[in-house]
């Protein structure tokens, strides 16, 4: 079972649109993917074909027995739960991310949790073989956010992999092209890789589909097969 | 003036690696991480956020050095 978290250092960086766009680049590998939206404003359903209307979710249940009725799956495969309605105060998102191990049917399995951005990481509880993306963008916010964000990490001895994913990179921009190479060179954990600015994952999302099924061959999807591929290296890191 | 004579060139032959692994790497490493440290100071001076943020951060770097020596010197 590999757990893989996905927070936006702030609100708007992209961070559902990647979750989506990951859990079906890794579902090419014909490995079981769960997706769970712990995002209350993360939509991440509509994102995987679930239609507009449709408003449960786990947080309307009492319980992860009775939730796991709103588990769905989409087209390619993946298997998603939604947030919903919040209309029932008996589950919290800490008892979700603890109960999807009943879930774990090989270990081979991917558990994509979307982590609101104002909840903090260290109300995660998390193990060594976690691995925990922030998202960031590439603006002077993104970069001071950062630095806060290690300072507190150096504080907690942190045991899981923590890394920053740049998203929505605009090579045309003279300040996000500056940044990047600051953070590639300077900013401790920063992933060696980075998700570009692709109208294509905006499309997808109108089409209620995500960019592997709408545009095989653009910059978006290369992007996330990249994606795929490093956090398949970093996980198999934690079986050796 | 360009000095065409030199070869100018983005990618390096292997020839160049193992130059520079030779003269940079470690016993164990086998890469070796360019950076441009002169573009990245640039970068900073050019935008005031960023250059607050990299004061901030050395002089934290440089206060926790401080300390370490006081505590050492205090032994």
């Keep these: 079972m590999k757990r893989i978290f996905l927070k936006g250092i702030k609100g708007g960086t992209g961070t559902t649109s990647i979750v989506a766009n990951l859990a079906c680049a890794l579902r ?48 390619d495969g993946v298997k998603f739960l939604p947030y919903g309605s919040h209309s029932n105060l008996g589950l919290d998102f800490s008892s979700i991310i603890e109960s999807c191990q009943q879930l774990n049917d090989s270990d081979d399995s991917w558990f994509l949790f979307d982590c609101p951005a104002h909840v903090d ?4 509880s998390l193990n060594e073989d976690d691995i925990f993306l922030e998202i960031i963008n590439c603006d002077a ?21 923590h890394y920053f994913l740049t998203n929505k990179y605009n090579s045309a921009s003279e300040l996000e092209s ?36 709408c545009a ?25 | 003036m360009n000095d065409f004579a030199v070869k100018n060139s983005h990618t390096l032959t292997q020839y160049d690696i193992e130059k520079l692994l ?37 002089q934290t770097q440089s206060t926790k050095k401080i300390n370490k020596n006081a505590i050492k010197n205090h032994k």
């Excluded at chain 1, 939509?43 to 449709?54: I, K, Q, S, V």
């Excluded at chain 1, 916010?141 to 992999?161: M, P, V």
């Excluded at chain 1, 190479?181 to 089409?207: G, H, R, S």
């Excluded at chain 1, 490093?230 to 890191?237: D, I, K």
């Design chain 1, 141 to 161: 916010i993104c970069h001071s956010f950062a630095f806060k964000r290690l300072n507190t990490l150096k504080q907690a001895e942190s045991s899981w992999q």
């Design chain 2, 22 to 58: 030779r003269q940079f790497g470690g016993k164990e490493t086998d890469y070796v991480e360019i950076v441009d440290v002169e573009k990245n100071r640039k970068t900073i001076e050019k935008y005031p956020l960023l250059n607050d943020i990299a004061l901030a951060t050395t």
């Design chain 1, 121 to 124: 990481v260290h109300r995660y």
């Design chain 1, 216 to 240: 095989p061959y653009s910059v978006a999807n290369d992007d996330f097969e990249t994606l795929a591929g490093w956090l398949v290296s970093r996980a198999s890191q934690n079986d050796q």
């Design chain 1, 28 to 75: 090419k590998s014909n490995v079981p993917v769960y997706a769970i939206d712990l995002d209350p404003k993360g939509d991440l359903g509509l994102h995987l074909g679930l239609a507009w209307e449709h408003q449960l979710g786990w947080s309307d249940y009492p319980n992860f027995a009775s939730a796991c009725e709103q588990f769905h799956q989409d087209n």
């Design chain 1, 178 to 213: 500056d940044l990047l190479q600051l953070w590639q060179t300077e900013l401790p954990l920063i992933a060696p890789l980075y998700i570009n600015k692709d109208e294509v994952i905006k499309e997808a999302t109108a089409f209620r589909n995500v960019a592997i099924n």
